[in-house]
């Protein structure tokens, strides 16, 4: 099945930074998402971006799909955006199974 | 309700005991997942339906695990005979179908001693 490799698997920034997450994928895919799983374990969708560029307020993303990668973008990072990012994709016949990547932890300090 | 809701939010089971996992997901949410995340890795799919109809069970582990969601709505999953290898985040998700607006529950951390 498809491979999903994402790095760096651990991430510290001071409040305020920059940062770039990459995902790797070793197939075509028909969708990618990215989540961020809180403190608390439950995973919320950031984005859905199978090609192109997307912002969200301080979070954008791109896909590459013809060279299988996507990024994450997270700008003037906050102690809240603390967790783990996962990326997670759709590929082959299947339009409901997704298959995640190990995820980044990111500890984001005051 | 508003979101996705998992019970227990914590289960400690002995090696041996069986377990039953509760989801109640979205409502009118057609289509609801269940995943498995061991410690440090990223979530694995274990089996999908739509509606009552359990549609793919490929990514259950062994016959130990089983699904069930028979009016469409609440599914349980339930581990017979659990195993230290069972430890895990037991995680639902549930969505109108399709690809998009995959909502996740909370899971449930099941501990197997």
């Known amino acids: 099945g498809i491979q999903v490799e994402q790095s760096p698997p651990d991430l510290i920034l001071q409040e305020g930074a920059n940062s770039t997450l990459r995902c790797n994928f070793s197939d075509s895919v028909n969708n990618l998402q990215w989540f961020h799983q809180n403190p608390w374990g439950q995973l919320i969708n950031l984005f859905y971006i199978p090609s192109g560029t997307k912002q969200n307020g301080r979070l954008s993303a791109t896909t590459v799909a013809t060279e299988r990668y996507s990024l994450l973008y997270i700008s003037s990072s906050q102690t809240t955006d603390s967790g783990v990012y996962f990326c997670a994709v759709h590929s082959g016949g299947s339009n409901y199974k997704l298959t995640f990547g190990k995820g980044t932890l990111l500890t984001v300090n005051p | 309700g508003a979101g996705v809701s998992q019970s227990p939010r914590y289960k400690v089971a002995k090696r041996g005991q069986d377990v039953a996992l509760r989801c109640d997901p979205i409502?009118?949410?057609?289509?609801l997942f269940w995943y498995q995340q061991a410690l440090g890795q990223g979530p694995e799919f274990l089996t999908y339906f739509q509606n009552e109809a359990q549609l793919d069970k490929s990514g259950l582990p062994s016959d130990r695990f089983f699904a069930e969601r028979p009016e469409g709505s609440v599914s349980t999953l339930k581990i017979q005979r659990t195993q230290q290898e069972d430890s895990a985040v037991y995680l639902c998700?549930?969505?109108?179908?399709?690809?998009?607006?995959?909502?996740f529950g909370s899971g449930t951390r099941l501990t197997v001693v």
């Open positions: 409502s009118g949410h057609v289509s």
């Open positions: 998700a549930s969505s109108l179908g399709g690809q998009r607006g995959y909502t």
